[in-house]
């Protein structure tokens, strides 16, 4: 892929982050990550070996820049995630020789990042004064996270096998 195209797929991705990111309400953003984690996987296999790690970057100064009292800790989650994705994805080798995505590898490695990701970002939230400490709340966040991990993870590998990894050849 072009490097230009790499730049426009990270750009769109990004731009879908931080959409999703500052309509959805603390701290039910925290919960619905779903299609953050979907694009950081897709972004991920289509981008190579750090294209997570560059949705992530164009999605985390779009969101830093909606708040700019958060803009350090928004950026730097963004970018845990993203490079928890890459890294996660290089480790358990989501991507196979033959072009087609383990699906329950890619849905280890989202729900771990994710999970990853999401505890110290919630924890954050807490200890900054943004959402009071409420047990439920947090079970509920926890569950949500862990499912929306998987989800991702199931439709990254369902994307690629049946659409893009044909389509790409």
Do not use: C, H
Not at 57 to 76: H, K, M, Q, R
Not at 117 to 141: A, C, D, F, K, M
């Amino acid at each position: 892929m072009l490097q230009a195209k790499k730049v426009a797929t990270a750009t769109i991705f990004g731009v879908v982050i931080f959409v999703t990111k500052t309509v959805v309400p603390t701290p039910m953003n925290k919960m619905f990550i779903v299609v953050q984690a979907l694009l950081l996987g897709l972004g991920s296999l289509l981008l190579n070996k750090k294209g997570a790690t560059y949705v992530a970057v164009v999605g985390g100064v779009l969101t830093a820049l909606s708040n700019i009292a958060l803009a350090p800790f928004t950026f730097s989650f963004a970018l845990l995630y993203g490079l928890l994705v890459d890294g996660l994805f290089f480790i358990f080798t989501v991507n196979t020789v033959n072009g087609k995505v383990k699906t329950t590898r890619s849905i280890t490695a989202m729900t771990l990042s994710t999970v990853l990701v999401g505890l110290p970002s919630y924890y954050t939230s807490v200890w900054l004064g943004l959402i009071p400490r409420n047990l439920p709340l947090e079970i509920i966040i926890l569950s949500v996270g862990i499912v929306s991990g998987v989800i991702a993870g199931y439709f990254v590998s369902v994307i690629w096998n049946k659409q893009l990894a044909n389509y790409l050849k």
